[in-house]
């Protein structure tokens, strides 16, 4: 089946550090990527979506500034938290689809600021 | 008004139980309407699409009513192997394909 691979798994940070999340969709090409954050006992929450080739659409209360969303091939997404501060520590995770296909999930990120 | 809404629990229940779980959403434009399964600490897993004649898959069935704008996941014989956090997704009507998650009702299966 379709693969969604997010790297890295686990990443600590010193406050200040700009960190960045790789997406990629390892079988096929992903038209739209999206990126979601959850906080402890949280519902997954979409930050923002992204079409290859396009600047992303963020949500209501994502700073864009903050959340650098490239997503210049079909196969690979980034999110760069910038200067992250300890508030960012979150588990991030991507997903990816192919037109009208169902989205595909990574493994996601867990992100922890010091 | 939360988008999609469920109760967080926690369901505590035995073995072998019948569980039930709720879901509301406010976009009356949505089409797309699934259960997902979150274990700890990992990503989310799709169990199930959400059809408006209501579907099973062994001893899961969903449940669809369109006009109370409510999604609902029976799970019958409860196995310890259940536990986790089930997560009430919807599709959002706009906006591309996004799908938005409820907030996950905690299920505990113990023996």
């Known amino acids: 089946g379709a693969v969604v691979s997010q790297h890295p798994s686990w990443v600590i940070c010193k406050s200040g550090t700009s960190v960045k999340i790789e997406c990629r969709s390892l079988?096929?090409?992903?038209?739209?990527m999206f990126w979601y954050r959850q906080f402890p006992k949280q519902s997954l929450m979409l930050m923002a979506t992204s079409n290859e080739g396009s600047k992303a659409t963020y949500e209501q209360g994502v700073e864009k500034d903050k959340f650098l969303i490239n997503h210049a091939s079909l196969t690979l997404s980034t999110l760069t938290v910038t200067s992250a501060h300890p508030e960012d520590s979150s588990f991030y995770i991507c997903?990816?689809?192919?037109?009208?296909?169902?989205?595909?999930f990574g493994d996601g990120t867990r992100l922890s600021i010091l | 008004r939360k988008e999609v809404e469920q109760d967080p629990g926690p369901f505590n229940v035995p073995e072998g139980a019948t569980v039930a779980f709720n879901c509301t959403y406010s976009n009356s434009a949505s089409q797309s309407f699934f259960w997902y399964r979150q274990d700890c600490r990992k990503e989310p897993k799709l169990l199930m699409s959400?059809?408006?004649s209501g579907n099973e898959d062994g001893r899961f069935t969903a449940q669809l009513n369109r006009a109370s704008q409510y999604i609902s996941l029976l799970i019958r014989d409860s196995k310890l192997s259940d536990s986790a956090t089930y997560l009430c997704v919807v599709n959002r009507a706009q906006a591309g394909t996004a799908l938005i998650f409820g907030k996950g009702t905690t299920l505990s299966v113990s023996s």
């Open positions: 959400v059809y408006s």
């Open positions: 997903s990816a689809r192919s037109g009208a296909q169902p989205q595909h």
């Open positions: 079988d096929f090409q992903a038209t739209t």
